[in-house]
């Protein structure tokens, strides 16, 4: 073989041992670069998660403060209501048992509780006077007050001194607990009236007795 084709040979082989090299470390780059990312991609992977779990852990506290003021609030409320409701049946209880029946009585308070006006009463006798005029005198029994419920349509008929005629007049219901307690107890303690109960226990209508 000649000279120059020996020296052509070995350029070619020389070439060819370098693109070898060459290719053999690209395909090691692309190894180390796929390692390099490996770990990179899991610690994103990881810090992701632990802001999730740090998100529902916030979330959830969140919800267990909320159910707790709820429950709060759910305890709070009833008692209100225990104690209307209790006024209620104490009322319907002392009014049963002059259901159905006409009481003359006396009336020692007046009051509005939950839309409905509630008396604090007790029987009484009147006595009929016609010298030097013709009036009405109370007889108070010594017995407890009792309390009853006014029914919401109850008719309220009031002469003078709680009504302007001597004539009973109609008036509401918020108008006689008004002028009732613009009186003194001990005034309150002169006047009568004639009571109407339902079925039920509730006055049904009130007639407050003409006093001159």
């Known amino acids: 073989m000649s000279v120059s084709r020996r020296r052509a040979a070995l350029r070619w082989l020389t070439a060819l041992a370098i693109s070898t090299v060459a290719l053999t470390g690209c395909g090691g780059g ?79 308070d007046a009051w509005t509780s939950g839309g409905q006006t509630y008396l604090s009463v007790r029987p009484a006798e009147k006595d009929a006077l016609t010298e030097p005029l013709e009036a009405w005198v109370i007889v108070p029994t010594e017995g407890p007050y ?21 004539q009973a007049e109609s008036y509401s219901q918020d108008a006689f607990v008004s002028r009732l307690t613009a009186h003194s107890a001990e005034t309150r303690e002169g006047f009568g009236y004639d009571l109407s109960f339902d079925g039920e226990g509730q006055v049904t209508r009130l007639e407050s007795l003409y006093m001159s």
Do not use: C, H, K, Y
């Open 30 to 108: 692309s190894d180390n670069e796929a390692d390099a990312t490996e770990p990179a991609t899991s610690a994103s992977s990881s810090a992701a998660a632990d802001e999730d779990a740090a998100a529902s852990a916030e979330d959830e506290d969140q919800d267990q403060e909320q159910d707790q003021e709820q429950e709060q609030g759910e305890d709070t409320a009833p008692a209100a209501d225990g104690d209307e409701a209790a006024a209620d049946d104490e009322a319907a209880a002392d009014g049963a048992a002059w259901a159905g029946t006409r009481q003359f009585v006396q009336i020692e």
């Open 146 to 166: 009792t309390t009853v419920a006014v029914a919401e349509d109850a008719q309220m008929l009031l002469a003078v001194p709680l009504g302007d005629e001597s």
